[in-house]
């Protein structure tokens, strides 16, 4: 296979499956062609410089070229990739799969293929037959936060509502889990030692805490919040807790913090409220 006909449709094209990513679909094209799969990326579009950013972003006339190559539309080339995905919500997008579905990932095919749902880190179910999700390792860890679960969900909802189709309500659910991730200080002050594990969710879900202290590994960082499969279901409830309990619960929040770290929650949170359609009142916050 050469690249000095990238318009030229391609003898043999295997089938998309359903919710494959795109790099996925071009890794199996270049393993029948026997060629790396960034010769096969090129056969398409001679400029890109990689899969992963083919995942991200295609331009019209990039989807159009590939799907006059795979013989398909570019709606089908679109539907592959994460160019749709809300700008706040990228960074809930690995570069890795972190989960996988224990029906839909069955590999009866070498290589096999890669779901668009096992990259985000808004999930806890698949979309496509709504199992819950397994670590890309096999092991099905129990959740801490159980409990948690039908709060979960909706935190589940409401991000994949705004990445996926642009829906939201007063507040952006990926701009929540940020805050939320941001670091806090409890009273009484712990020792230093121990500053590392408190978060701004802790507030909320109060397990968190000592779940943290006893597992001794830091949660991600507001820039990247992807937490691990077992611990997320704490993230997306108290997403939902937010989103339902509405501005007011922003500022009591704040109150949990210092220095510079409570001027940027403030400064996001008020920005965030100023630009809310809030339809209610007075609100009495009950932690649940």
Request: net charge positive; glycine share 4%.
């Amino acid at each position: 296979m050469t690249e000095d006909a990238p318009q030229r449709k391609l003898p043999v094209i295997l089938p998309p499956h359903s919710d494959e990513l795109l790099s996925s679909w071009i890794n199996r094209h270049a393993a029948f062609y026997a060629v790396p799969p960034l010769v096969m990326l090129r056969h398409c579009l001679p400029e890109a410089h990689s899969l992963r950013a083919a995942d991200l972003h295609l331009s019209d006339d990039q989807e159009i070229r590939l799907a006059k190559v795979f013989a398909t539309e570019p709606a089908v080339v679109r539907r592959m990739t994460f160019t749709n995905v809300a700008q706040s919500s990228r960074r809930l997008i690995a570069v890795r799969p972190q989960q996988s579905c224990p029906n839909c990932s069955v590999r009866r095919t070498e290589p096999g293929p890669t779901f668009r749902s096992q990259l985000v880190g808004w999930r806890l179910t698949c979309p496509l037959c709504g199992c819950p999700f397994r670590d890309t390792d096999g092991r099905e860890l129990p959740s801490p936060f159980r409990q948690y679960r039908d709060a979960a969900i909706r935190g589940e909802e409401l991000l994949d509502d705004e990445a996926e189709r642009g829906v939201a309500t007063w507040i952006s659910p990926a701009e929540i889990a940020r805050l939320l991730l941001m670091r806090r200080i409890p009273r009484p002050i712990p020792r230093e030692s121990d500053l590392w594990r408190f978060r701004v969710l802790g507030v909320i879900i109060p397990d968190l805490d000592g779940i943290v202290a006893a597992e001794q590994e830091n949660l991600p960082t507001p820039a990247s919040p992807i937490l691990r499969l077992h611990v997320r279901p704490a993230l997306l409830a108290g997403i939902a807790i937010v989103e339902r309990a509405g501005p007011e619960m922003l500022r009591m929040l704040r109150r949990h913090m210092v220095g510079d770290n409570r001027f940027r929650f403030t400064d996001t949170a008020e920005r965030m409220i100023a630009q809310a359609h809030w339809p209610g009142s007075s609100l009495q916050l009950q932690l649940i």
